[in-house]
C-alpha cells in the first residue's frame, strides 16, 4: 500500500508564505494526479489546486496567481508554495494522490494524507 506524507504546515502571519510537500512512498509504477485540498472548521473539503503526470495544472479562484503547485515524479512528491496567505485560507490541507499503480498490480486507487494545518494569524 502506498502511504502519503504531509508537512510544511505551521502558523504565519498574513501576507506571508508557507510551503507544503507531500511525499508518496511504497512500490509506485505511476500516479496520474496529485493534488492538494482543504477543510476550514465547519465547512466541506475543497480542492486547492492539481497536477497531473504530464504536468498540467488547475487551481481553485481562490488562490489563483497567490498558489503554486509543482510535482517531482521522480520522487513521487508534490508540493505546494502559497504566497501572499490571508486569514481565510486558515484550514487543513490534504494532500491526494489519484490514480496510484503499484508494480504488482494493474489496478488503480486514491489516497489521501493525514493532513496538515496551516493557520494564517491577521
Known amino acids: 500500500q502506498v502511504h502519503l506524507v504531509e508537512s510544511g504546515g505551521g502558523l504565519v502571519q498574513a501576507g506571508g508564505s508557507l510551503r507544503l510537500s507531500c511525499a508518496a512512498s511504497?512500490?509506485?509504477?505511476?500516479?496520474?494526479?496529485m493534488g492538494w485540498y482543504r477543510q476550514a472548521p465547519r465547512k466541506q473539503r475543497e480542492v486547492v489546486a492539481a497536477?497531473?503526470?504530464?504536468?498540467?495544472?488547475d487551481y481553485a479562484d481562490s488562490v489563483k496567481g497567490r498558489f503554486t503547485i509543482s510535482r517531482d515524479n521522480a520522487k513521487n512528491t508534490v508540493y505546494l508554495e502559497m504566497n501572499s496567505l490571508k486569514p481565510e485560507d486558515t484550514a487543513v490541507y490534504y494532500c491526494?494522490?489519484?490514480?496510484?499503480?503499484?508494480?504488482?498490480?494493474?489496478?488503480?486507487?486514491?489516497?489521501w494524507g493525514q493532513g496538515t494545518q496551516v493557520t494564517v494569524s491577521s
Open positions: 491526494k494522490a489519484a490514480g496510484i499503480r503499484e508494480y504488482s498490480s494493474p489496478y488503480k486507487y486514491d489516497r
Open positions: 511504497g512500490s509506485i509504477f505511476r500516479i496520474d494526479a
Open positions: 497536477i497531473s503526470s504530464g504536468g498540467s495544472t
